[in-house]
């Protein structure tokens, strides 16, 4: 399952065709490939098909590549009319940036690696997969968070961990497999 964060990015049906076509060439395995998400492309989210993609990646936090989507009402609006899986990358940018300028200024600008931790907390982590659970809720879309950062994002999943597919009884994942 590639992630739309490429050169270019994945963010329209027909570059996601290209890379289906290249794969379908090339690949010797599986595959599938998500949708990317922008502030600005929910035409393009609507008209996919949950037969042909595995899901729409929104990275809620910068990450690699320039795919970001922090505005409220384009998540507001993604949620609600996206007909395919919502992945999400789940960090809060205003307090990364709040703590990269004051972890910057203690270390006289020169961050160090166990610096990435303090710049991306938890509380970074939990604002966003807060922001994302309580859309997902609110529009009944399904939600899978990657790689929860805190056990206290966990409970924002009112979860129980299930091994059985049958006990599934709603569409909220997390990247532990905890299923409410």
Same mark, same amino acid.
């Given at each position: 399952?590639?992630?739309p964060?490429v050169?270019?990015?994945s963010?329209?049906?027909?570059?996601?065709?290209?890379?289906f076509?290249?794969?379908?060439?090339? =690949?010797?395995?599986?595959?599938?490939?998500?949708?990317?998400?922008? $502030?600005?492309?929910?035409?393009?989210?609507?008209?996919?098909? $949950?037969?042909?993609?595995?899901?729409?990646?929104i990275?809620?936090?910068?990450?690699?590549?320039?795919?970001? /989507?922090?505005?409220?009402?384009?998540?507001?609006?993604?949620?609600?009319?996206? $007909?395919?899986?919502? /992945?999400?990358?789940?960090?809060?940018?205003?307090?990364?940036? =709040?703590n990269?300028?004051?972890?910057s200024?203690?270390?006289?600008?020169?961050?160090?690696?166990?610096?990435?931790?303090?710049?991306?907390?938890?509380?970074?982590?939990?604002?966003?997969?807060?922001?994302?659970?309580?859309?997902?809720?609110?529009?009944?879309?399904?939600?899978? /968070?990657?790689?929860?950062?805190?056990?206290?994002?966990?409970?924002?999943?009112?979860?129980? $961990?299930?091994?059985d597919?049958?006990?599934?009884n709603?569409?909220?994942?997390?990247?532990?497999?905890?299923y409410f």
């Amino acid at each position: 399952m590639d992630m739309p964060n490429v050169s270019p990015a994945s963010t329209t049906l027909d570059l996601l065709e290209e890379r289906f076509q290249l794969a379908k060439e090339k =690949s010797w395995t599986n595959y599938s490939f998500y949708l990317g998400a922008t $502030p600005d492309n929910i035409d393009e989210i609507k008209k996919a098909n $949950p037969k042909d993609i595995c899901g729409l990646k929104i990275f809620m936090g910068s990450s690699t590549g320039d795919l970001l /989507v922090n505005d409220d009402n384009a998540l507001d609006l993604i949620f609600k009319e996206s $007909p395919i899986l919502i /992945v999400t990358h789940c960090e809060d940018n205003k307090t990364i940036e =709040s703590n990269l300028e004051k972890i910057s200024a203690q270390r006289n600008g020169k961050l160090s690696p166990p610096d990435h931790a303090l710049i991306r907390d938890e509380l970074a982590c939990y604002i966003s997969s807060e922001k994302a659970t309580s859309l997902a809720k609110k529009y009944s879309a399904d939600l899978h /968070v990657l790689h929860l950062t805190t056990e206290r994002e966990i409970e924002l999943f009112e979860a129980k $961990p299930t091994k059985d597919k049958k006990d599934y009884n709603g569409g909220l994942y997390s990247s532990s497999h905890f299923y409410f």
